[in-house]
C-alpha cells in the first residue's frame, strides 16, 4: 500500500496526503504523509478535517435507496414529480440521475454560475439555483441513452431525498447515516469554514511542484453532489458501510 501512496504523492507532487485501506479480515492500514500547511510546516494527521466532495454522492444515493426501501418514493419515480421544471422531467427516472444517464446538463459548465463562483467562492447558494443552471443545456440527451457525470443529478436527488424524507438532506444524513456508523466528525456544513484541524487546500503544478493555496468554498455550491466534510477514519468506516450494503 505505501508503495503505491508514495508513487501517486511523488508524480503528483502532493505537499500532503492521507491514505487508509479498510477490507474486511485484514488489518487496518492507514498514512499521514508530508504538510498540511506548507507555509507553517504542520504536518498531515489523521485528525485533519478535509471537504470530500463527490464522496458526499455517495451518501446522498444512499438516503435515496433508504427512502425507496420504506416506499416514501420509487426509484422509477420521474423526478418531474418531485422538482418542476426539468427539461424531459416527466420521463427521466431517480434511477436515471442516480445512474448519470439523465442527460441534464452540468450546473458548473454554465457560464453564469462559474461567474458568481469565480467572483466569490463563498457565495451562499440554495439548490434550485444551481438546477436551474442547468436548465438551459439540458437535455443532452435522452434519458438512459448515454452516460454523462453531472453534479446535477445528485443536487437533484439531494432535494428529492428531503421533499420524500420530510427533512432537510443535512438532518437526514445525520439520522440515516453518521449516527448509527458512528461518524462523529462527519457533517453536511452550510458554513465555508473547516472545523479544526484541517489542511490547506492547494493546486499543485505537477511538473514544477510549485504549490498555491486555494480560498474555501461554500459546500452550498455543491448541496448534495459534494458539500460533505469529513476525516479519514470516518471515511474508512463508510467505505465498509457501502461496501457490504449494511444501511441498504
Known amino acids: 500500500y505505501r508503495t503505491a501512496v508514495d ?30 500547511d506548507v507555509a507553517r510546516g504542520t504536518p498531515m494527521a489523521f485528525a485533519d478535517h478535509g471537504s470530500i466532495r463527490s464522496v458526499t454522492k455517495s451518501f446522498t444515493v444512499t438516503v435515496i435507496l433508504q427512502l425507496a426501501r420504506e416506499r416514501a418514493l420509487s426509484l422509477s419515480d420521474p423526478i418531474g414529480r418531485w422538482v418542476p421544471g426539468i427539461p424531459n422531467g416527466n420521463a427521466i427516472a431517480l434511477a436515471d440521475l442516480a445512474g448519470m444517464q439523465s442527460g441534464i446538463a452540468e450546473y458548473t459548465d454554465n457560464t453564469q454560475f ?35 457525470y453531472s453534479n446535477t443529478n445528485t443536487v437533484l436527488l439531494g432535494m428529492v431525498a428531503a421533499q420524500a424524507g420530510g427533512v432537510p438532506l443535512g438532518e437526514a444524513l445525520r439520522a440515516r447515516i453518521f449516527a448509527p456508523l458512528g461518524l462523529a466528525q462527519t457533517t453536511y456544513p452550510g458554513e465555508v469554514a473547516l472545523p479544526p484541524p484541517h489542511a490547506t487546500p492547494y493546486e499543485v503544478d505537477p511538473v514544477t511542484g510549485v504549490v498555491e493555496a486555494l480560498p474555501l468554498i461554500s459546500p452550498t455550491s455543491l448541496a448534495g453532489a459534494g458539500a460533505m466534510v469529513s476525516v479519514l477514519d470516518d471515511l474508512s468506516a463508510w467505505a465498509l458501510a457501502l461496501g457490504d450494503g449494511r444501511l441498504v
Open 7 to 36: 508513487r501517486v504523492v511523488r508524480q503528483y507532487r502532493l505537499p500532503g496526503a492521507l491514505a487508509a485501506v479498510r477490507y474486511p479480515g485484514d488489518a487496518a492500514w492507514a498514512v499521514a504523509l508530508g504538510a498540511a
Open 114 to 148: 462559474r461567474a458568481v463562483f469565480g467572483a466569490d467562492p463563498a457565495h451562499a447558494f440554495i439548490e434550485q439555483e444551481l438546477v436551474d443552471y442547468a436548465l438551459p443545456g439540458s437535455p443532452r440527451f435522452a434519458p438512459g441513452a448515454a452516460y454523462q
